[in-house]
């Protein structure tokens, strides 16, 4: 059985929650880097050689946007053409629904997750920590901006993305400096960032 949540304060207030699942049960490793650092690549690799199970928090949100009778499907797809952040509560909500799936999957309900794309503001990574799981930590990819778009730009060929266009991928880069850098420097103060050069 996997653990249930011991949580009765409602998502939005701010009492001191426990998160929903142990840290002695579930490893949570969160994976950032900006947009085209091969992130989901590395991820891949890691999910084959280690097990993990890969959770995008990007491709949950577009698979909910594409989702028949998703409440929040027109909301999300506004935020992603706009290269903007979705609101945390559905971007949380989406990732512990994700784990908890997996987890009762297993029957001595542990579970080891690389989450891709996630925590994006210091918010989110400590309401995470909070209600979901404390995070073990982060796997950093640096890479310079100009080999980031250079990689989008020939993604967007193929990919279908309507993100990967030159003008959402400039608004996507100004949000990572900005909101998601302070997230990888409070972690790596805590000395919880292992850095990967991504530049191969």
Do not use: W
Not at 114 to 137: H, N, S, Y
């Amino acid at each position: 059985m996997p653990p249930q949540s011991t949580s009765t304060t409602s998502p939005l207030s701010n009492e001191k929650k426990t998160p929903r699942f142990s840290p002695d049960l579930v490893t949570v490793i969160f994976v950032l880097g900006g947009p085209g650092a091969g992130k989901g690549t590395q991820c891949g690799n890691l999910v084959r050689d280690y097990h993990f199970t890969h959770l995008s928090a990007g491709d949950l949100l577009r698979a909910e946007q594409a989702r028949e009778g998703s409440k929040f499907g027109e909301m999300i797809r506004g935020y992603i053409k706009e290269g903007l952040i979705v609101p945390m509560e559905v971007t949380i909500q989406l990732l512990e629904n994700a784990m908890a799936e997996a987890i009762e999957k297993r029957p001595d309900g542990q579970g080891k997750f690389l989450i891709d794309g996630f925590p994006r503001k210091m918010d989110q990574a400590l309401m995470f920590e909070q209600t979901v799981c404390p995070c073990k930590f982060v796997l950093f990819f640096d890479c310079p901006e100009e080999e980031m778009q250079r990689r989008l730009l020939e993604r967007g060929k193929t990919s279908g993305r309507s993100d990967d266009n030159a003008e959402s991928i400039k608004k996507r880069f100004q949000t990572f400096e900005q909101t998601s850098m302070p997230v990888v420097d409070y972690f790596n103060s805590q000395n919880r960032v292992a850095k990967v050069t991504a530049t191969g």
